[in-house]
Each structure stands twice: as C-alpha cells, then as structure tokens.
C-alpha cells in the first residue's frame, strides 16, 4: 500500500522549532522527489521545500535560511527542521512524492505558531 505519514506536528511559540517527519511506504523511494507543502486557513497550498532523488534541496524564499529538508534513503523518511518559527507559518503540512506520473500526498500535520 502507498502511503505517506507525517507526524511532528503542534504548538510552538515564535521563535521556536519543530521537526516534521514524513514515514513512506512507497517502492522505489530513493528515486521520487520528496517534497513539503502547507495550507492555511482560507488560502492556497503552497510548496515549501523539496529534495530530489540526487539530494538537491530547494526552498521557497519564505523559509529559506529557516528551513532544512533531509531525507533518509535507508528508512524512506523525509524530514523538515523548522526553526525560527513565525506565526505565518502556522498551517497543515503536507509530504509529498513524485516520480513521473506519480505524485501521492500525505494526511497532513498541523503546525500552529502562536504565543
């Protein structure tokens, strides 16, 4: 069964940090590009960090120095270490995989930043 999981999630004041994790049971994980997202309340999903298959890493300009995507081949994890945290990043988070045709979302994780 594919799937993908996120766990991580919750309360964090600003300035503080949160690690996501995304478990897949997905074939051939090593060779999809890996990705994070998130939606606000009342707006757009919006594409957060992504690894490829190689390692390269990229960031939307929001998080980028703030944010670390890393993933783990070996137990098909995919991380995202968020540091100073603002309120605006408050969201659900959502791990992506694609691969060719393929691309599969997971249940998503909420992040809330507030003091």
């Known amino acids: 069964q594919v799937q993908l999981v996120e766990s991580g999630g919750g309360l964090v004041q600003p300035g503080g940090s949160l690690r996501l994790s995304c478990a897949a049971s997905?074939?051939?994980?090593?060779?999809?590009?890996m990705g994070w997202y998130r939606q606000a309340p009342g707006k757009q999903r919006e594409w957060v960090a992504d690894i490829t298959s190689g390692g390269t890493t990229n960031y939307a300009e929001s998080v980028k120095g703030r944010f670390t995507i890393s993933r783990d081949s070996a137990k098909k994890t995919v991380s995202l270490q968020m540091n100073s945290l603002i309120p605006e990043d408050s969201a659900v988070y959502y791990c992506?995989?694609?691969?060719?045709?393929?691309?599969?979302w997971g249940q998503g994780t909420q992040v809330t930043v507030s003091s």
């Open positions: 992506n995989a694609r691969r060719s045709t393929a691309n599969v």
């Open positions: 997905l074939p051939f994980f090593s060779l999809h590009t």
